[in-house]
């Protein structure tokens, strides 16, 4: 998404750790070093958010750092449709359609018909944003139960976006019962909330939060996620992890959020890189699409 509902600075401002603003930023006119940890293994940026002017650089420049695998996220009609088109010319990428909290006040018109399009492998990102409010919160509430149906209904993965709103997004997954394949993507809980997603069958995805120094909470969640529900995303162009914050994100840096998840969890990189590529096969099924 271009910036309408979520630019980079606004989100990654009011996360964890992100009043942590001494840390230089880096010349963002440099060339990119893609982060060499694991960078033998093959990862999987499971949510991030291309556009059509960068997407085909940013995939070379995953694949060269060892992202072969990347879900492109939709958060609204367009941005679904966008990302939907990518999948068809660009090796690797597979797409989400949904509503995000902040477009719910625009209405679900149009995207449930994506649903059933090859390439389509979850319904979201969707869910509950009470820090910005950019949607009325019952309009939130309703969108969020309808694509929770969608994803019942056809069979996918639900993407969830929860921010400080923790008590109705699990009141509203109980209510509709949490789909089999449910991720609490860019994961900014503590302990607490990892293990009430956790009851609920969900994975948890960790982003560059992850590796913000004022994240104590997040790595904590990220220290307890049992290995077989862990995945990690970037989330770019938002969120760039260390060391690159401050920089627009890009896919390739995955590896750098699972470097930081690897030392939290005391494991080498590639075991990581192993782990949530696996994981991320299996939550959207992306080995049942061959890519183009
Ligand atoms: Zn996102």
Redesign the pocket.
Known sequence: ?TGRA?EPARDADAQPGADDTAEAVPDDTAEPVPDVAGRRSTWTDQ???LDDGGAASAVAEAVAAGVTRLVD?G?DLDTSVAALARTRRLEGVWATAGI?PHEARRGVDGVEALLAEDGIVAVG?CGLDYHYDHSPRGVQREVFATQIGWAHRHGLAL?I?SRSAWEDTFAILDEAGPPERTVF??FTGGADEARAALDRGAWLSFSGIVSFPAADDVRDAAALCPPERLLI?T?SP?LAPVPYRGRRNRPAWVTAVGAAVARVRGVEPERIAELTTSNALAVYRLDRRPAP
Request: proline share 0%; glycine share 0%; net charge negative.
């Open positions: 998404m979520v949510h991030c958010h996220v958060t995000h990102e993407v976006h993507h860019c995303e989330d938002y």
